[in-house]
């Protein structure tokens, strides 16, 4: 890029070997593209489908399940094998097609590689598919069109294009093909270059192509965001486990006993089958799809709230984090402005005040007059449909209509008395904004922007309606009175203009010689909950970062005003990382608390920075150069309606309110309380499921339903009781040990587990007992009677209160108790069930059960809260 744009393009199109009027001959495409690359992004392909399965297979848990399978098959017992074979492919569809979704968004950017282009071939024009074209080729752009390739101007009939995909500047860019003499340009202030992604808002041009796909600006954006690998395994890895991990502590028993049944010379067959039953009943086999079905529960409930979460993933890192970088506006503060003060003739005014309440007209002062034409012609906001649209989204601009209508003057009558004839586009070398005007039977330039570059070009001032020559006094005056109003919180705009008695030329110097107007100073409201976001932010333990447009002044008294700073030590600006040693910047990152000024790869910077300090990093973006920090960073948030950055990003939301995305964290961590426990649940029932059936076998015993009821203790009364407790996730508390669900789960709470579990799978087998006097039929539905219901009453166990305080989750208590009793109506019928005997010795279990489950809680901290 930097070798062409200050060449004239005449010696580019000769150096490319192409021609302006005819362009490439069809022989030269083809050396053209071997030469320098075809014009495609590379994009990774997402993971097969076959790759996927193949990775899930290789959990240990689906080894033995496969192997369990395959053994009820060589018995002869089908229907165990489809239900084995079933379950295997349940969790496929639920964790292969989700990691499979997940790996195709990365296709969203192919969209990079669509379209077609009007290129100039042996003389014809054609339109072909942006993927053929090469450098040296000739394209024509128009209005709307999308820029295909990185382009050197050829020609530009008042050429502008918005090119924030590549630049992340809101701004539109005027295109000229004059050559440019720098050695050291930012992309925005290329001019004589059109950047691929980027599009044309007004007029038209022709330009040659330099750079085709992974050569190309955009696609450097596109290689910075696929070089940052995630680290460390994914949820559904770490949840596969825990599988393989308690798999692993129920095969030792399991052998164990396996080996006394063979030194007793137990059949074969009967040996296998045992083998395969109790591994088919205990293997907490639907933890994956109840991880599924809460994941698709707690995500709706997100969604609900305007928060879109990519995955439970993205739940759990955002429960971890410790440092939030997020911009100014929308964050804490209105995402709209209004003019506050004003500085005119010496004077700084109160805009609104008592001093404007008559309204503003050159009759009254002609300085306030002027200061407001020159903000209203030299302003791109235009009013559809009754509200004020700003194709830049540039709050000033609206505010400085609002104020003006406020004032008596309307836009749209300024404009047709002085009809806007060329402007000059805004940009970051010049910081400023001008529009030609007409003005009676003369021209006007109207220049608005940064108060030092407008007064390092003002000769003259504007005093009383006249215009004098300014002084050292009157430019001492200004910058005092810009300070002032920084000092307020106040961003500051210098207006300007200067009087052309013919129509200026765009290549004559129109922005000297200005004769200086005055200063606004526009107020960005500071939300009404964005004290409390600061408060709840030092109670979650974590850091607030802002990012912002404003000079180190209003940035510094925007700190204040928020109390997250207290010298200006800690603001650091774009040009002073830009001039800072990386060991320097490494040295104080973390010690910054606002960032003023800085671009797509400051916010890369600062996030590997606070990451290297060892922060769990979030950060919001909503431009395609926010991409790499999105990535880079442990999460990130966006507010962009590009389906591309919204795909790309781990969460979706509608607003950056800092206070929401707080609120957000705090949930996050309580979900992930949450599913801890529902792990917790389904390893201990699975366990106790395990401890039963084990005695059972050791004491000779056989249920002739044993089959039946391992799949609806796994599959209805598990699923059910875990739904109570996901639903229950807004009671939890806020601080936990650790917001990582891994292995640790199983390990650091074994006693929990074995002991609930030898409780309930004891219970059961005593129960089995207590009832056998009576007849096989009686003790199977005590048994399995006290082994569900109890299971059912251990998930109070799992309650902060005595009872669950969502009501959701009692009545979903309670249907599961119902259904349970239909369950074993038809298993025993009328006669078993509704006996005396049978009720009392059932309720003996029950009410044992849920005393010490009311009261020997999983986390007694809150019971009495």
Same mark, same amino acid.
């Given at each position: 890029?930097?070798?062409?744009?200050?060449?004239?393009?005449?010696?580019?199109?000769?150096?490319?070997?192409?021609?302006?009027?005819?362009?490439?001959?069809?022989?030269?495409?083809?050396?053209?593209?071997?030469?320098?690359?075809?014009?495609?992004?590379?994009?990774?392909?997402?993971?097969?489908?076959?790759?996927?399965?193949?990775?899930?297979?290789?959990?240990?848990?689906?080894?033995?399940?496969?192997?369990?399978?395959?053994?009820?098959?060589?018995?002869?017992?089908?229907?165990?094998?489809?239900?084995?074979?079933?379950?295997?492919?349940?969790?496929?569809?639920?964790?292969?097609?989700?990691?499979?979704?997940?790996?195709?968004?990365?296709?969203?950017?192919?969209?990079?590689?669509?379209?077609?282009?009007?290129?100039?071939?042996?003389?014809?024009?054609?339109?072909?598919?942006?993927?053929?074209?090469?450098?040296?080729?000739?394209?024509?752009?128009?209005?709307?069109?999308?820029?295909?390739?990185?382009?050197?101007?050829?020609?530009?009939?008042?050429?502008?294009?918005?090119?924030?995909?590549?630049?992340?500047?809101?701004?539109?860019?005027?295109?000229?093909?004059?050559?440019?003499?720098?050695?050291?340009?930012?992309?925005?202030?290329?001019?004589?270059?059109?950047?691929?992604?980027?599009?044309?808002?007004?007029?038209?041009?022709t330009g040659i192509v330099i750079a085709t796909g992974m050569n190309t600006q955009i696609s450097n954006i596109i290689k910075l965001f696929l070089g940052?690998?995630?680290?460390?395994?994914?949820?559904?890895?770490?949840?596969?486990?825990?599988?393989?991990?308690?798999?692993?502590? *129920?095969? =030792?028993?399991? #052998?164990?006993? !396996? /080996? %006394?049944?063979?030194? @007793?010379?137990?059949?074969? $067959?009967? &040996?296998?089958?045992?083998?395969?039953?109790?591994?088919?009943?205990?293997?907490?086999?639907?933890?994956?799809?109840? *991880?599924? =079905?809460?994941? #698709?529960?707690? !995500? /709706? %409930?997100?969604?609900? @709230?305007?928060?879109?979460? $990519?995955? &439970?993933?993205?739940?759990?890192?955002?429960?971890?984090?410790?440092?939030?970088?997020?911009?100014?506006?929308?964050?804490?503060?209105?995402?709209?402005?209004?003019?506050?003060? %004003?500085?005119?003739?010496?004077?700084?005014?109160?805009?609104?005040?008592?001093?404007?309440?008559?309204?503003?007209?050159?009759?009254?002062?002609?300085?306030?007059?002027?200061?407001?034409?020159?903000?209203?012609?030299?302003?791109?906001?235009?009013?559809?449909?009754?509200?004020?649209?700003?194709?830049?989204?540039?709050?000033?601009?609206?505010?400085?209509?609002?104020?003006?209508?406020?004032?008596?003057?309307?836009?749209?009558?300024?404009?047709?008395?002085?009809?806007?004839?060329?402007?000059?586009?805004?940009?970051?070398?010049?910081?400023?904004?001008?529009?030609?005007?007409?003005?009676?039977?003369?021209?006007?330039?109207?220049?608005?922007?940064?108060?030092?570059?407008?007064?390092?070009?003002?000769?003259?001032?504007?005093?009383?309606?006249?215009?004098?020559?300014?002084?050292?006094?009157?430019?001492?005056?200004?910058?005092?009175?810009?300070?002032?109003?920084?000092?307020?919180?106040?961003?500051?705009?210098?207006?300007?203009?200067?009087?052309?008695?013919?129509?200026p030329s765009l290549n004559e110097n129109i922005e000297s010689h200005l004769v200086f107007a005055g200063l606004f100073g526009f107020e960005n409201i500071?939300?009404?909950?964005?004290?409390?976001?600061?408060?709840?932010?030092?109670?979650?333990?974590?850091?607030?970062?802002?990012?912002?447009?404003?000079?180190?002044?209003?940035?510094?008294?925007?700190?204040?005003?928020?109390?997250?700073?207290?010298?200006?030590?800690?603001?650091?600006?774009?040009?002073?990382?830009?001039?800072?040693?990386?060991?320097?910047?490494?040295?104080?990152?973390?010690?910054?608390?606002?960032?003023?000024?800085?671009?797509?790869?400051?916010?890369?910077?600062?996030?590997?920075?606070?990451?290297?300090?060892?922060?769990?990093?979030?950060?919001?973006?909503?431009?395609?150069?926010?991409?790499?920090?999105?990535?880079?960073?442990?999460?990130?948030?966006?507010?962009?309606?590009?389906?591309?950055?919204?795909?790309?990003?781990?969460?979706?939301?509608?607003?950056?309110?800092?206070?929401?995305?707080?609120?957000?964290?705090?949930?996050?961590?309580?979900?992930?309380?949450?599913?801890?426990?529902?792990?917790?649940?389904?390893?201990?029932?699975?366990?106790?499921?395990?401890?039963?059936?084990?005695?059972?076998?050791?004491?000779?015993?056989?249920?002739?339903?044993?089959?039946?009821?391992?799949?609806?203790?796994?599959?209805?009364?598990?699923?059910?009781?875990?739904?109570?407790?996901?639903?229950?996730?807004?009671?939890?508390?806020?601080?936990c040990d650790s917001y990582i669900i891994d292995k640790d789960i199983v390990k650091d709470n074994k006693f929990f587990i074995i002991s609930n579990a030898?409780?309930?799978?004891?219970?059961?087998?005593?129960?089995?007992?207590?009832?056998?006097?009576?007849?096989?039929?009686?003790?199977?539905?005590?048994?399995?009677?006290?082994?569900?219901?109890?299971?059912?009453?251990?998930?109070?166990?799992?309650?902060?209160?005595?009872?669950?305080?969502?009501?959701?989750?009692?009545?979903?208590?309670?249907?599961?108790?119902?259904?349970?009793?239909?369950?074993?109506?038809?298993?025993?019928?009328?006669?078993?069930?509704?006996?005396?005997?049978?009720?009392?010795?059932?309720?003996?279990?029950?009410?044992?059960?849920?005393?010490?489950?009311?009261?020997?809680?999983?986390?007694?901290?809150?019971?009495?809260?």
């Amino acid at each position: 890029m930097i070798e062409w744009y200050d060449k004239p393009w005449t010696e580019v199109v000769k150096t490319l070997e192409s021609n302006m009027y005819s362009g490439l001959d069809e022989e030269q495409i083809k050396p053209h593209r071997d030469k320098y690359g075809s014009n495609k992004i590379a994009v990774p392909k997402p993971p097969t489908l076959g790759k996927l399965i193949k990775n899930q297979i290789k959990n240990f848990w689906m080894i033995i399940l496969i192997i369990v399978s395959a053994a009820f098959i060589y018995l002869g017992q089908y229907v165990p094998a489809g239900v084995g074979f079933f379950i295997i492919i349940v969790n496929f569809l639920f964790v292969v097609l989700s990691e499979y979704n997940e790996g195709k968004k990365l296709k969203t950017l192919q969209k990079l590689n669509m379209g077609l282009a009007r290129v100039v071939r042996e003389g014809r024009t054609l339109k072909i598919p942006a993927e053929q074209l090469v450098v040296g080729d000739i394209l024509i752009v128009g209005k709307g069109d999308s820029i295909k390739a990185d382009l050197r101007v050829i020609e530009s009939d008042d050429l502008k294009v918005n090119e924030s995909s590549v630049t992340g500047k809101n701004f539109i860019s005027e295109k000229y093909e004059t050559k440019i003499i720098d050695k050291e340009l930012k992309l925005s202030d290329m001019k004589n270059i059109l950047f691929k992604s980027s599009y044309v808002t007004d007029g038209s041009g022709t330009g040659i192509v330099i750079a085709t796909g992974m050569n190309t600006q955009i696609s450097n954006i596109i290689k910075l965001f696929l070089g940052e690998k995630e680290n460390g395994k994914s949820f559904n890895e770490r949840v596969n486990g825990i599988l393989n991990l308690f798999t692993l502590y *129920m095969l =030792i028993p399991l #052998i164990m006993i !396996l /080996g %006394i049944d063979f030194f @007793q010379k137990q059949n074969v $067959k009967y &040996l296998i089958k045992f083998f395969s039953t109790m591994l088919l009943n205990s293997i907490p086999q639907t933890m994956i799809v109840i *991880m599924s =079905i809460v994941s #698709i529960i707690l !995500l /709706g %409930i997100a969604k609900k @709230q305007s928060i879109e979460f $990519k995955n &439970l993933s993205v739940m759990e890192k955002l429960s971890q984090v410790s440092v939030i970088c997020t911009d100014k506006i929308g964050a804490f503060s209105s995402n709209k402005m209004k003019v506050a003060k %004003i500085y005119s003739d010496e004077v700084l005014i109160d805009a609104i005040g008592e001093e404007l309440k008559q309204g503003i007209s050159e009759d009254k002062d002609v300085n306030m007059y002027r200061m407001t034409n020159i903000g209203l012609l030299c302003n791109d906001t235009k009013s559809s449909g009754g509200k004020l649209v700003n194709s830049k989204d540039d709050l000033m601009e609206i505010a400085l209509v609002k104020f003006a209508r406020e004032n008596g003057i309307d836009k749209r009558d300024l404009e047709r008395k002085h009809e806007r004839v060329k402007q000059i586009s805004f940009d970051t070398e010049r910081r400023m904004m001008t529009t030609i005007n007409v003005v009676d039977e003369n021209y006007r330039a109207n220049i608005k922007g940064a108060v030092d570059s407008i007064l390092s070009r003002c000769t003259y001032i504007m005093k009383d309606g006249l215009e004098a020559e300014i002084t050292e006094e009157d430019i001492e005056k200004i910058k005092q009175a810009d300070i002032n109003m920084s000092n307020e919180c106040l961003s500051v705009i210098a207006v300007a203009y200067r009087n052309f008695i013919y129509e200026p030329s765009l290549n004559e110097n129109i922005e000297s010689h200005l004769v200086f107007a005055g200063l606004f100073g526009f107020e960005n409201i500071i939300r009404e909950d964005a004290l409390e976001a600061i408060e709840k932010s030092s109670f979650l333990n974590i850091k607030p970062i802002i990012i912002t447009d404003d000079n180190k002044l209003t940035a510094f008294a925007l700190g204040k005003k928020l109390e997250t700073i207290s010298n200006l030590q800690q603001i650091l600006s774009g040009v002073e990382i830009d001039n800072m040693p990386d060991e320097e910047f490494k040295r104080v990152g973390d010690k910054i608390n606002i960032f003023s000024r800085i671009d797509s790869r400051h916010k890369v910077k600062i996030i590997r920075n606070l990451k290297e300090y060892g922060y769990t990093t979030a950060i919001t973006g909503a431009k395609l150069t926010d991409l790499p920090a999105l990535r880079v960073s442990d999460v990130g948030i966006t507010t962009s309606s590009s389906n591309i950055v919204k795909k790309l990003s781990d969460i979706v939301v509608k607003d950056i309110n800092f206070l929401q995305i707080l609120n957000s964290i705090e949930d996050s961590r309580k979900i992930i309380s949450v599913i801890k426990k529902v792990i917790l649940y389904i390893i201990t029932n699975s366990a106790a499921m395990f401890i039963f059936v084990c005695m059972m076998h050791l004491y000779k015993k056989e249920l002739p339903f044993m089959m039946q009821e391992g799949l609806i203790f796994s599959c209805l009364v598990m699923v059910l009781s875990c739904i109570a407790i996901t639903y229950q996730y807004k009671n939890e508390k806020r601080e936990c040990d650790s917001y990582i669900i891994d292995k640790d789960i199983v390990k650091d709470n074994k006693f929990f587990i074995i002991s609930n579990a030898a409780l309930m799978g004891i219970a059961a087998f005593i129960a089995f007992q207590l009832g056998y006097s009576k007849g096989i039929i009686f003790a199977q539905a005590l048994s399995i009677g006290v082994l569900n219901l109890n299971s059912i009453i251990f998930t109070y166990s799992f309650s902060n209160k005595l009872f669950f305080k969502n009501a959701f989750s009692n009545f979903v208590i309670f249907i599961s108790f119902i259904i349970q009793w239909i369950i074993l109506y038809f298993i025993s019928g009328f006669n078993v069930i509704f006996n005396l005997n049978y009720l009392r010795t059932i309720g003996i279990f029950i009410g044992i059960c849920f005393i010490i489950c009311l009261f020997k809680k999983f986390d007694k901290e809150e019971i009495y809260d």
